[in-house]
């Protein structure tokens, strides 16, 4: 197994550092798949992480001037490791003016991510600064607990209205509530609403637009046979959308919701080279 | 006593004592002909610090008739003094801080913009001197470099981090992060930079070496030093000794003293063998190891409550409480415990010429006191 990738792009180093700020802002732990083309964040849904899950898609070639992998075996070419984002964020904070970052697959006394970056200094010979972070390989029989999410069947999809309205609305429904209703139908209507013994809250979103599924998504109704007034709602945890909404470092090019009715919440950000998405699971 | 500062220098007054604030909770002050010494040492004498503002510093310096007064008091008095930093600068013109040993009081007076006065009256106790003993000059090892370069390396560092390692050799300095040699180390995130020597103003190294120790204590000084622009020196020599960091100019000298880790597990005590008669044990004390520096120091201040349980007594550690040894093992599963548990303490030695110090004689000046109010009450009652 080998891993040795390196950024060059001030740009590219930044990018890819705002995306691991944002994945460790919604996960202590998960795994980082490796293949020859991507870089995943994954978080699969346990009771541990409350069932939520996460997967975070990033094309290597938009970040990585050099990007070497050999996987465990040659016909499963990847490498699962799990590791705790925010040791690489931390190791990604200082080094952000650096000339290049490496980041290779290393052995000091456990298995280890190691970052290094060439700082500018003062003199002609660069400050290199490196960060062992320790992380764990994941065996091949596990891989299957970690595959890409398909794409439920959901009920209504539809986009989400400007982030930092949504936020605002879900961080004072926090105080009231600690659970929230999320409703919206394929007439770009989205309702939060909280329900407690002593108020109620519903804050209204219109012409949102619902985005076009066409033959990549599957629906269990097509459009035409759904009532588009009908609403399909999930009852969710405020705090699991709040650390959502929260963690985003970027406004993303696309953000949009599937609902499953009374079963799931799926979010979805899109942004250049980066998806990611967000299962929430509804509760009673 | 009657001290004169003005303009810009009250305000690197106001940051020399907020320097201080991040070593300990006593600010010790003393005036001396060479200038006034602000010291402060923290509660497991693993860190001490110095200002020393020379006559120069002043518009005006007058030591008090009684040659040998000093004196401690929370340092958080004193910095609610200083509090804001920003209105120093914009108001206050001159800072005089004077000696009112008849109610105990110093008086700190601050003569603001517009005629306003600010006085606060802090009341002091008398105290034998604090002094770590340390010598620059015999380091082996000497890097000085721009503020710059130690505040941007320390960045790499998280700020919860407490032990740092350096490590120098001919044309390298390394600084890592120090961890303990546990289960959980080898799930440790290891960070390191390397620089080379030419970064530094001044390199010298006389052999390469590698001591450990606190990081916290010193950001207190990075931030004095950045903030006067002032170039860092830092001093030191085999593990075990102290690492010595200086900030100087024409009219300050700022000496931060870090104890460093010990490769074996007493801790270095050379110079010992100039107080030998400072090995007797205060009561608190069953050290059946080389403490007698941390023994010195004790012996030189009034018991207040430092035998608080602030570092776990580990075997290898300088300080071991009477408790029980139930209570050791439980102070040591503490993986809370200050960090600097093997960490050797710095000697102390009391600053009166005289060299043995029993553990009565630390009442010296409250007896001095004492005998006062005993003749008080004899002149009533005669």
Redesign the interface.
Known sequence: MKFRAKIIDVGCLNHFTRVVNTVSRLTKACVLRLTCDHLYFVLSGRVASGGVSMWCELSQGNFFDEFQLEGVSADANEIFLEVAPE?LS??LK?AQNAKSVKIKLTK???PCLTLAAELP?????S????????VDVIPRRLWHDFREPQMPDFDVSIYLPPLKTMKSVVDRMKNLSNYLVLEANLNGEMNLKIDTDLVSVTTHFKELGNPPWGDDGSQSSSPAHRDPDLMAEARVEIRKLQQFLTGQQVNPSRAMCNIVDRRILHLIFLHEDVSLQYFIPAVV | MDCVATGGNVKVLAKAIHSLSRIGEELYLEPLEDGLALRSVNSSRSAFACFLLSPLFFQRYQTPSDQSFRCKMPIKSVQAVFKSLASLDRSVEKCRIQLNSEKNRLTITLHCKHGLLKTHNLSYQECEGLQAVFDKESCANVLQAQPRLMVDTVLHFPPSLEEVNLSVSSDRVWLRNHVEDDADSSRAMMTELCLSSEEFDHFAVGSQTSVTFCLKELRGLLVFAESSGLPVSLYFDEPGSPVILSVTDSVLEANFVLATLSEDSHPKNHVNTKHPDTEQPPDDFMSDDMDSFLIAMETSELPVPSHVPTSPPRPTSYRKHSFSEEEEEEEEALAEGPPNKKFCSLFFGSVLPTPSHLPNQTMQSQEVLASDSEDENQTETS
């Open positions: 040791n931390r190791a200082t000091k006394s456990c200094s003062l003199s002609s010979v400050r290199v600064v490196t960060h062992d972070i320790p």
